[in-house]
């Protein structure tokens, strides 16, 4: 579930943040909330950033509070040597303790029905783990969404929090982009690059995991055109926030 949907989220105000802890911590990267409308990005470095794997993932979930709502859905793809390897795909639906709102069923289109036989969250987490071994792990929005999302199910389910090194292409763009004032959506990016969608399924975790993968490879073109070999937040990074919105 992409949180910066439009549909979904505007420019936060106090009165109406979803709550997050002040700092979270992810590997060696760090990230704390400066304001209701920013955090930054520190601790992230990456050598010969062209030569590494990456494991591209995205969750659907039963809603956009992370601290609340639970993994419905984990899709995953790699890149390797610059190219997406749509025959290396993780997909499975999770089932939820919690019933999925009909609003968030429209908008996904993952339905409570399509869950009743699927696996629990606990008993599929090892098999993800194993898929992102070896890879630097990429998603959007991740870092205020999709990994306390997942951070919370690891809690609740007495299980390691993955390990890897991870990337955001929201934090990787206002890294390369600080001139750029306003949120970065990941239809902004979309139409920043010119990248094809209308192959892929919104809203479906592996579809919007090959979205991020295109996206992605496109910052690391931009690196590339710079002559960036190395990915290295020396200086914080800030980054603007979204708004959880209730859906209804």
Not at 41 to 52: M, P, R, W, Y
Not at 132 to 150: R, S
């Amino acid at each position: 579930m992409q949180p910066d949907n439009p549909a979904l989220a505007k420019s936060v105000g106090p009165e109406a943040c979803v709550p997050f802890n002040n700092i979270i911590e992810v590997d060696l990267m760090e990230m704390k909330f400066i304001s209701n409308t920013e955090y930054i990005i520190s601790g992230v470095n990456i050598k010969d950033i062209e030569k590494q794997r990456f494991c591209i993932f995205d969750f659907e979930s039963t809603g956009i509070n992370h601290e609340t709502e639970y993994i419905t859905q984990i899709g995953a793809v790699i890149i390797e040597n610059g190219c997406i390897l749509e025959n290396k795909t993780f997909n499975t639906y999770i089932k939820s303790p919690k019933p999925i709102p009909e609003a968030v069923e429209r908008f996904t289109g993952i339905y409570n029905s399509d869950l009743e036989d699927a696996p629990f969250f606990k008993d599929k987490y090892n098999a993800f783990l194993e898929f992102t071994k070896d890879c630097i792990v990429v998603t959007h929005a991740g870092y205020e969404f999709d990994l306390p999302l997942l951070l919370n199910e690891c809690k609740r389910n007495n299980l390691q929090m993955l390990t890897n090194i991870s990337l955001d292409t929201k934090a990787l763009f206002s890294y390369l982009h600080p001139e750029v004032k306003e949120i970065i959506w990941t239809d902004y990016l979309i139409k920043y690059y010119n990248i094809h969608d209308k192959d892929l399924r919104r809203h479906d975790a592996l579809g919007d995991s090959i979205l991020i993968g295109r996206i992605f490879l496109r910052i690391l073109e931009e690196f590339q055109a710079r002559d960036i070999k190395d990915i290295e937040f020396n200086d914080p990074v800030v980054v603007k926030r979204f708004e959880i919105i209730p859906m209804v």
